[in-house]
């Protein structure tokens, strides 16, 4: 036998018993008010969700005039001289007027300025707070530290970070396992870099007119070992630069050998180089590739983290 499902709202109910006016016109009345409460509320809805829309849709009107705003300040960055309006609209294929509108907001920020008499745009006062302030935050070693702290538990030995500072490698990390012998490279410490494995990963992508510049004379030694003439020197680069990795073996400390790998910034330039220095005698030279691919995987990773990419130069020939 089915039973009929009575309705949660007794009031509102269909009787099949005959109703007065009375009650007919309470019902109507009940009914008007719950369509009516209904409506306000699903305007209420709809009127929270519009301007949340409106927003979202106005701020993806807006990604396109950013992206163009970030391609003019990188354009005049990468110049070597301030650029005409024109020759910025040029380059970036943007028309005149977006392109005047766009540095009028820029220089009103700070970001570039206008120089009258040659009638060019250059960078601002406020591009450099930012390039200051990206120094300020050390991104190289924030980037580079989780890099090296990997490379030590997979390898066990020690693992450096060095830039290039003039002819001199600077190191500016170091991590390494516990109860491992100390070196003479540490951070803060400079060395020739034509000595040590991170300086010659670098310079191993330098031009051959800038090789010449950092190294005007004799090269020096510290153990009797190493690149002893300029013209040495570049045949070492050519061969590292073709391996993609840098060797040395007893070239700073007697009994210690180091492996490295370049890192490059957004612009193919070298911007590090990532080292693991082992005992001699606890590596046979054979078993060097295998470690060298674990380097380039980390220094490649960096690169990664950079924005960068490696921009093929002529070698150091």
Known sequence: MCRSRRSPYPSLERSTAPRGPAETQVVSRIRDNALSQARQWRYAAESRRAPRESRGRAAVSQVPAAKRTLAVLRLVASAAEPLTAAGIARSLGLPRSSTYHLLSAMAEEGFVTYLPEARRWGLGVAAFE??????RQGPLERLARPLLHRLVDRTGEIVQLGVLHGAETLYLLKEQPREHATLVTDVGVRLPAQLTASGRAMLAHLPPAQIRALFPGPLVDR?????????????????????????EDGHVTEG??????????????????????????????ETWPRLADQVRASAAELTRRLGGGHVTRPGPA
């Open 130 to 135: 930012i390039g200051s302030a990206y120094l």
């Open 256 to 285: 210690f050998a180091s492996i490295a790998a370049c890192s490059f910034d957004h612009v193919g330039h070298p911007a590090a180089a990532i080292t693991v220095t082992f005992r001699r005698d606890t590596r046979p030279e």
């Open 223 to 247: 153990t009797g070992h190493g690149p002893r003439s300029l013209r040495e020197l570049r045949r070492v680069l050519a061969d590292e630069a073709r391996s993609g990795w840098s060797a």
